[in-house]
């Protein structure tokens, strides 16, 4: 079945601290997408990143950077030197799709990511 | 700009009293669904469309309705509202029906049934 685990509910660091978010997946398909969505405290959800299950290349950008390892289905994203405005809920998520031609995006319970001056 | 919009943002309703929340969408998008946000549970999945007139239920799809009968619009009905179903409602569309794209969020709408 299709899962995705964020194991940490509420992640409390000190500004400029790195800090790591976990995010676990299971699937059956070998053809899945993998992406990270950041809800700030004002509500909106804004995406992050893609990422395929044949590319497990890692991905940097700016501060942000995201480790995907098929071998242990995780795909974590980590944020170099915290800042206020990291502070917000980060939704991890796979998309599969079916053999009708649909598809289906699931996500993770979120974890709430506080950053402190 | 392109985007997705909700409305309302905010209601408070009483038990039973049908209500509907609206979704459009300029980018011409063919998918497009709606999640609930529940604390502790993420975002999980009412229904879904992949075009006109093509619609599937999600994860919790139960008391709610949705129609698609133009491209741009995908409004969620809840024929008889109950306090279960106090949550935090997101659109979102995509540009395709495949699982490629990212999916635009609408700003969101925060329903308490009271």
């Known amino acids: 079945a299709q899962k995705v685990t964020q194991a940490q509910t509420e992640i409390s660091v000190v500004e400029k601290e790195d800090v790591t978010l976990d995010c676990v997946y299971e699937t059956r398909d070998t053809t899945y997408y993998l992406f990270w969505y950041k809800q700030p405290p004002s509500g909106e959800l804004v995406f992050l990143i893609r990422r395929n299950s ?23 994203f980590t944020i170099t030197a915290s800042q206020v405005v990291d502070s ?22 979120g974890t709430r990511l506080f950053v402190k001056a | 700009e392109a985007q997705v919009t909700q409305n309302p943002r905010y209601l408070i309703t009483v038990t039973g009293k049908k ?25 999980r999945q009412i229904y879904y ?6 619609t599937d239920k999600g994860d919790v799809p139960e008391g709610y309705k949705v129609s698609r009968k133009e491209k741009r ?16 409602y997101f659109c979102a ?6 699982n490629t794209g990212e999916l635009f969020f609408g700003e969101g709408s925060r329903l308490t049934v009271l």
């Not at chain 1, 890692?58 to 974590?76: A, C, H, L, V």
């Not at chain 2, 619009?73 to 935090?88: A, G, H």
């Open chain 1, 54 to 76: 044949f590319d497990e290349q890692n991905e940097i950008s700016g501060r942000y950077s995201w480790n995907f390892q098929k071998s242990t289905s995780s795909f974590n």
């Open chain 1, 88 to 109: 917000a809920v980060y939704f991890c998520a796979l998309s599969e799709l079916f053999n009708t031609g649909g598809f289906k995006t699931i996500f993770g319970a």
């Open chain 2, 19 to 43: 209500l509907t929340v609206t979704c459009s969408q300029n980018m011409n998008h063919e998918y497009m669904s709606w999640y609930r946000q529940d604390p502790g549970l993420g975002l």
């Open chain 2, 49 to 54: 469309s992949m075009n006109v007139e093509v």
């Open chain 2, 73 to 88: 619009n995908f409004p969620l009905i809840l024929e008889s509202p109950s306090p279960n179903q106090t949550s935090l």
């Open chain 2, 93 to 98: 569309s995509k540009m395709e029906g495949g």
